[in-house]
């Protein structure tokens, strides 16, 4: 059974940073595709970023580009999101997800995630 278990979120500042991370147990993980969504409150989830299996390629929203990282340790079986310049419009729950097994690409299409982690607060203060 695949399962996975978010943490690192919290209450920071604007402008400052945090780093959320996602252990995943139950899949190759090197092989594997990771994403990481959030919801806002009274918002739809959205895709904040997306990671290949080997760690090679990204893609990234439009509203994080520049702030946010996203990041594996197949060694680790962990995804990491490194959050800077935080705002308060990312105040969300965030959420780790795996990408189906037939995906080894990132992706922006949420369809294609088949497990997701429980969500971590993140608040950031004005």
């Known amino acids: 059974q695949v399962q996975l278990v978010e943490s690192g979120g919290g209450f920071v500042q604007a402008g400052g940073s945090l780093k959320l991370s996602c252990v995943v147990s139950?899949?190759?993980?090197?092989?594997?595709?990771m994403g990481w969504f959030r919801r806002a409150p009274g918002k739809e989830r959205e895709i904040v970023a997306s990671?290949?299996?080997?760690?090679?390629?990204?893609v990234y929203a439009d509203s994080v580009k520049g702030r946010f990282t996203i990041s594996k340790n197949n060694a680790k079986n962990t995804v990491y999101l490194q959050m800077n310049s935080l705002k308060p419009e990312d105040t969300a729950v965030y959420y780790c997800?795996?990408?189906?097994?037939?995906?080894?690409?990132?992706?922006?299409?949420?369809?294609?995630?088949?497990?997701w982690g429980q969500g971590t607060q993140v608040i950031v203060s004005s």
């Open positions: 990671i290949s299996g080997s760690g090679g390629s990204t």
């Open positions: 997800a795996v990408r189906r097994i037939t995906y080894s690409t990132p992706s922006y299409s949420e369809g294609s995630y088949d497990y």
């Open positions: 139950g899949r190759t993980f090197s092989t594997t595709a």
